[in-house]
């Protein structure tokens, strides 16, 4: 996979910017098919930073009700990807946050 593929799109949510102190620890929106491999090599290709750990979350979809046609809709499911630099480590993308 291109490692320009797997990485969709930087998290930054109140809770994750709160939360994330000193831990070294950077969320990313990343491709379903994208493995921990694939999302190490990434974030290190792209952000030139050395990789401790990726762990990896598949989050699932609510249904959803239109009243309307009263059906019910799923949308897509999404893969969240948390990443831990070693120490000294940091992408300059979120230090403004």
């Known amino acids: 996979?291109?490692?320009f593929y797997v990485i969709k799109e930087p998290l930054i949510t109140e809770k994750?910017?709160?939360g994330k102190g000193d831990s070294n620890r950077y969320y990313f929106r990343v491709d379903l098919a994208a493995t921990k491999i694939d999302i190490k090599r990434a974030v290190e290709t792209i952000f030139?930073?050395?990789v401790d750990n990726v762990?990896?979350?598949t989050?699932?979809?609510k249904p959803r009700k239109?009243?309307?046609s009263r059906t019910v809709s799923h949308p897509a499911n999404w893969k969240k990807a948390i990443v831990t630099l070693k120490k000294g480590g940091k992408i300059e993308l979120f230090e403004g946050v």
């Open 1 to 3: 996979m291109d490692i």
């Open 16 to 18: 994750v910017t709160l």
């Open 48 to 50: 030139k930073v050395d």
């Open 55 to 57: 762990r990896t979350i």
């Open 59 to 61: 989050v699932h979809s």
């Open 66 to 68: 239109n009243p309307r």
